[in-house]
């Protein structure tokens, strides 16, 4: 007899978290219909019921589906509990391998990010948070701050900026101004042609060091959780250990950590930099993770799951003045990056400055259907709640900052510059000292941003080695 899809499933869930694999099952589940005449979504269906059956983390409040031959996105949405208030995370997505890119930072993509603003709810223009490195945009003069006011030579509106934003995804124009300091006027700047090419995105933003009145500042600003590539699976968790080497070489005594854009990732990243930080050692506890009662009773080894600190040559540690972390936060912090406030606030102060963080407490894998070649949807439903070494997972609703700061209140100023609104907030925290920068508050309405769209947005990949 085969073994059960729930044990087959989980035993096959790779380390790197980038793969769980579900098959059907022979000897459960009487939705499957064995009849081969049966139509693409029928089996589609079949699979998704099955898969979500057994993982669903609300699985016991799983909705009655609609009919076997419907849209498989219908189909799954229709499962999902209390969407858009419970359950506002679990996707499908019709591309399993563009899913597990995305989450890797792989995307067909211009390399700039920008929000959306409206100062007068007609007109609305984006201003660039970040220009991201070795992509087409990079190789132009484009920075963050700059405005784009039209796009393929249209002026951006509230009626339009849909329709325009959706032609950014193929080779576009875009009509940039960039502000004068002298003049402090924004002054328009030649055309930029753009083409979106398969950019792997470097998760290691930024990072820097700075003196200021005898403190040792290390800044990091780290935009998603992934260890690596394709080719090179660890490539970004060296790289953050190589900068937090670096810290350490420069006898760091306060971090702040840059997590504004961070929407989350993998939890095997989480891990890694939290090890980073906190003054742990492998016997503590970083997060604690609960699956469904079925997955539980079916899996002993699931029922207590406890995921410890890594040792690492690199921690900061007891170095940090007065125990305390200071994280950069706004309403897109997120998952994967809620996680490590959580994780770390039993064993330090975890000072947040910006807004209330998304509130994401659960945490998905991604699966695919290796057994039907032409089902190439990809599944990243919750499957699994996180809670810290004290047992707490009370942030659904986000955590709230000790110091409330939003960015879009101020002109962006380069990431780094130290007289940028949640850096110069951060550094007059650690310093006591006010900063002289002269600034003018603006008086607009943040939209959208593009950041938003991103499939890694909001999510928590779990990594495990079932055995």
């Not at 929407?263 to 699956?291: C, E």
């Not at 305390?324 to 994780?343: F, K, M, Q, W």
Request: with cysteine.
């Amino acid at each position: 007899m085969k073994a059960s899809l729930l044990t087959r499933t989980l035993f096959f869930v790779i380390l790197s978290g980038l793969l769980w694999s579900c098959d059907q099952d022979d000897d459960k589940n009487p939705v499957v219909d064995p009849d081969p005449d049966i139509s693409s979504e029928e089996k589609i269906n079949n699979w998704i019921y099955e898969v979500m059956d057994e993982v669903y983390y609300w699985r016991q409040n799983m909705r009655t589906p609609i009919a076997v031959d419907s849209d498989p996105t219908d189909y799954f949405e229709s499962l999902l509990y209390q969407p858009g208030e419970v359950d506002r995370f679990s996707i499908i997505y019709p591309d399993y391998q563009e899913l597990i890119n995305s989450l890797s930072g792989i995307s067909l993509d211009a390399g700039y990010e920008f929000k959306l603003f409206t100062p007068d709810n007609k007109l609305v223009y984006a201003e660039v948070i970040y220009v991201k490195k070795n992509s087409p945009a990079s190789s132009t003069d484009l920075k963050r701050g700059d405005v784009i006011e039209a796009i393929n030579g249209t002026i951006l509106t509230i009626d339009n900026y849909r329709n325009l934003l959706g032609q950014t995804a193929t080779t576009h124009t875009i009509t940039p101004l960039r502000y004068n300091e002298e003049s402090q006027i924004y002054e328009p700047l030649n055309d930029i042609s753009l083409t979106p090419v398969q950019l792997s995105e470097d998760p290691n933003f930024l990072d820097t060091v700075y003196t200021i009145n005898n403190q040792k500042i290390g800044y990091v600003v780290y935009n998603f959780f992934a260890p690596g590539t394709s080719s090179d699976e660890t490539k970004y968790d060296r790289e953050m250990d190589a900068i937090f080497e670096k810290m350490k070489a420069e006898n760091v005594n306060n971090l702040i950590l840059d997590l504004r854009y961070n929407g989350g990732g993998y939890v095997s990243s989480a891990v890694n930099l939290a090890s980073l930080i906190g003054p742990v050692t492998s016997s503590d506890i970083f997060s604690k993770t609960k699956y469904n009662s079925l997955v539980m009773s079916a899996i002993p080894s699931l029922s207590n799951v406890q995921t410890a600190f890594l040792t690492k040559s690199q921690n900061l540690g007891n170095t940090l003045t007065g125990n305390r972390l200071y994280v950069l936060t706004s309403d897109g912090t997120a998952s994967a990056s809620e996680l490590i406030i959580n994780g770390l606030k039993p064993y330090m102060d975890v000072f947040l400055i910006g807004d209330v963080t998304y509130g994401k407490n659960v945490g998905s894998i991604a699966i695919e259907d290796e057994e039907n070649p032409e089902n190439n949807y990809g599944l990243l439903p919750i499957v699994t709640q996180s809670f810290n070494s004290l047992d707490q997972s009370d942030y659904s609703t986000g955590f709230v900052p000790n110091i409330t700061v939003l960015e879009g209140t101020e002109r962006l100023r380069a990431l780094g510059d130290v007289k940028e609104i949640m850096l110069r907030t951060a550094i007059e925290e650690i310093t006591g000292i006010p900063s002289s920068a002269r600034v003018i508050k603006l008086d607009r309405t943040e939209i959208a941003n593009t950041l938003e769209g991103k499939i890694r947005t909001g999510t928590m990949i779990e990594s495990a080695i079932i055995k």
